[in-house]
């Protein structure tokens, strides 16, 4: 940059200057990304200084790794999961059964959501029933659920479906009374009929609303399926976890909560991905 | 010729708390090509007049008749603008000229070919594809008069559709919209706040009094140069003396209610 200060461009020298068009810029620009560079660099400090301090306890006998277990185990046993083969089918599992719980609490919401917007008469009726559902501790479900549909997979996709449908209700639902009023003045006054109103104003207007609704279901689900998995199934992350736990291999637990985590997040990030392309008019 | 017809019309809304009565024994007789303004304090029923002509409320008593013919419900012949533009953000402009057109069923090639012609007509062209988001003000209630155009109304209703706007923008629009309903020779009934524009605009004014609303006194304009610009009508010096009278009866009307 000292060399540069003689060339008539020399606001857009410098790596951290790059795309500058003009001195004031630069500087601005400059000072935003060594910003972005320090809380990067922090948070992986972090993360490290907390990997570093875990390991270093456990070898030291601060902490006793038969209770936390440790970094380099963890690893270990990732990587013999791995090696095994049985990580893929765990994973898979989990994400299916998520998948297809948040996907039909989203879709039968919305469903159930379009019910009610239709007749008001439905609606009010049904109401206070709404209220005690959504506040019901869906997990408390669970036994129900297994009984039921026996202990396995449906029971599993229950309880990702129950604890994301009535949530979905409420929000698409807002959603769609939220919908300017004049709006729908103005499709009556074209002669629009109710389905024409809802098929060209009121689910395009809530889309964006059904889209955050996927997102908080995304996080539910996975939340019932991990339950579901802890109650009755012979696969899964949720199974891992409990397993570790029942034969006290806290390695496996650690193991499994961190590839949840990193799942998790995936799953999120892809959804995140698919409202950018699909909300194009922003 | 009688375009629209307002004989005898009650209008009376019920809710838990009782009746409303909001216009009572309204007459109103509006010619072909006819610009009238409607007049009046807040909540006088207004946007209940031009709902009732746009067959969206029925009257409690009296009739309503478009071209003679009682109305029943609501027709094309009738296009309605609102106060804001009610774009749809998820729609580019042209589509959401064809909105009233799809509605109706009417979106085949001709008709939208029309509605294309119409953004061109009236500066749009560049904007076809655009979002609403992408516009200014002014020029989304242009795409919302085109929206309403598109259909090819007689009658347009337009209740302060310049309101929301900055006072620049809307002295520009309003010139524009009054140069583009006449060219398109609509019978236009225009609801507002602002007893400038109802002068510059109109053919006629209408003044309602407070809540129920009657019609309480009628203006006809006729200014010198006015040329059809409402922008020239500002200059008129007949302007100011219509203003002072139509304000004095206004605000007898606010004596009144308190
Ligand atoms: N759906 C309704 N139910 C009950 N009362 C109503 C309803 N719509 C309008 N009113 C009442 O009728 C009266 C006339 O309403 P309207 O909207 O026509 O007035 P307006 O002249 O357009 O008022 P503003 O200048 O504020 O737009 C108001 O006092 C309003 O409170
Ligand atoms: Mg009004």
Redesign the pocket.
Known sequence: MQQSVKKKSHFYSGWLRRGAVSEIHGEYLEQIRKREIMIVTYQVLIGLIFLVFWEIGARMGWIDPFITSQPSKVLETIVSLFNSGKLWIHIWTTVWETAVGFLLGTVGGSLIAILLWWSKWVADILEPYIVILNSVPKVALGPVFIVWLGSGTPAILMMALAISVIVTVMMVFNGFNEVNPDTIKLMHSFGASRQQILAKVVLPATFPTMIAALKVNLGLSLVGTIVGEFLVSKEGLGYLIVYGGQVFNMSLVMASVIILCIVAALLYYSVTFLEKRLIHWK | MNKVTLSGVDMT?V?KSGE?P?LVDIFLNIKTEEFVSLL?P????????LSLIAGMLRPSKGQILIDGEPVIGTSPKVGYMLQHDHLLEWRDIRRNTYLGLEVRGLADKEHCRHADELLIRYGLGGFMNRYPSELSGGMRQRAALVRTLALEPEVVLLD?PFSALDYQTRLTLEEEVATILKQEHKTVIL?T?DIAEAIAMSDRIIVLSA?P?TVKAEYTIELSGKNNSPFAARQAPEFREYFKEIWSVLEEGHATVR
Do not use: D, L, M, Q
Not at chain 2, 42 to 49: E, L, P, V
């Open positions: 809304y809710n409303i909001a009046g807040s909540g006088c029923g207004k946007s209940t007049i302060e609801v706040h809540r609303g």
